[in-house]
């Protein structure tokens, strides 16, 4: 079985400074990985995912992650945060198993940015 | 493509009363999933498809919910009856059986028991 752990549930940084969001992942067989991001009351929208090509993933909106297989870490950054950041961030894993498609979440780390 | 569509988008029920939540995946795509969100117990999924058929129901909390897929482009999951704590954001998802496994959500539905 599959799981994620995003260490720290909130965040806080300046508005222009760097942001590191981080996941670490648990899976018997190469994962795939995911980053989602949710505005209040809005579903989740992709960011960016890790499908086994280049372990540097660029995303959306500026947004980016490196898989490390050694440390079983995908986590996210981005150089210089804007307010627009503020939002809750999940890490995501999945495996293709014959026929199961189904993405284990971690628990969110809710991203403030100050002005 | 106008995206996975739920609804309703908010509902609001008494206690007892069953509630039946819809769900419009995107065409093409095989695979739905329903996932309930909380404070609590953060995203759980709840159940997935392949092809029409429950592959994984294992997340279902109990015999209370159901759900069902009578064809490609229209899910329901069935809460009877309700509880408060049933209350949550009910998302459905759904995924291409191309490429990776990356799944595109609805706004979902906020669920309210009382």
């Known amino acids: 079985a599959q799981s994620v752990t995003q260490l720290g549930s909130h965040v806080s940084v300046s508005e222009g400074a760097l942001v590191l969001l981080r996941c670490n992942y648990s899976?018997?067989?190469?994962?795939?990985l995911f980053w989602y991001v949710q505005y209040p009351n809005q579903g989740l929208q992709l960011l960016l995912k890790?499908?086994?090509?280049?372990?540097l993933v660029k995303g959306i909106n500026g947004f980016e992650a490196e898989f490390k297989k050694s440390e079983t870490s995908f986590h996210l950054t981005k150089p210089s945060a804007h307010m627009s950041d503020a939002a809750e961030y999940f890490c995501a894993v999945s495996v293709k198993p014959a026929g199961r498609r189904a993405l284990t979440f971690g628990s969110g780390t809710r991203l403030q940015v100050q002005p | 493509d106008a995206g996975v569509i739920q609804s309703p988008r908010h509902e609001v029920t008494e206690m007892g009363q069953e509630v039946t939540l819809r769900c419009k995946p995107i065409s093409g795509h095989n695979s739905l999933f329903w996932y309930r969100q909380t404070m609590m117990r953060g995203l759980e999924l709840l159940i997935y498809?392949?092809?029409?058929?429950?592959?994984?129901d294992s997340g279902m909390p109990e015999d209370r919910f159901s759900a069902k897929m009578p064809n490609a482009s229209f899910s329901t999951l069935k809460i009877q009856p309700s509880e408060p704590r049933d209350s949550a954001v009910y998302f459905c998802?759904?995924?291409?059986?191309?490429?990776?496994?990356?799944?595109?959500f609805g706004q979902g539905t906020r669920l309210t028991v009382v």
């Open positions: 998802a759904s995924s291409s059986p191309r490429g990776s496994t990356e799944a595109f």
């Open positions: 498809f392949n092809n029409n058929v429950p592959i994984d």
């Open positions: 899976s018997s067989v190469p994962p795939y």
């Open positions: 890790y499908t086994s090509a280049a372990t």
